[in-house]
Nanobody
């Protein structure tokens, strides 16, 4: 009933930038917290950043000062601006949103992931 679609991943050199986007669609009544996670090969999925509908943000320590999360509530989208990328940022990046559906069910919905590769 709800779907998240990420875009914007790719290959970039160390020190470069990428902007990820995630759009939510479907039977949406409202969206609470929107988040970005990442999972590198052989590692657990980890939180990158999240943002409330009011715009309050939270970042993992290693991303502070380099990554910026933002959202457009009118468009049901969330973005992740990633600057000064490092090879260790290489991972699949996932969007997650806590959504209240039009039927008033609360679901945690995940996107399919987008690959970010940072070359040294």
């Amino acid at each position: 009933q709800v779907q998240l679609v990420e875009s914007g991943g790719g290959l970039v050199q160390a020190g470069g930038s990428l902007r990820l986007s995630c759009a939510a669609s479907g039977s949406i009544f409202s969206i609470n917290t929107m988040s970005w996670y990442r999972q590198a090969p052989g590692k657990q999925r980890e939180l990158v950043a999240n943002i409330t509908p009011e715009g309050s943000t939270n970042y993992a320590d290693s991303m502070k000062g380099r990554f910026t999360i933002s959202r457009d509530n009118a468009k049901n989208t969330v973005h992740l601006q990633m600057n000064n990328l490092k090879p260790e940022d290489t991972a699949v990046y996932y969007c997650k949103a806590r959504i209240t559906t039009v039927s008033r069910f609360i679901v945690d919905s995940w996107g399919q992931g987008t690959q970010v590769t940072v070359s040294s």
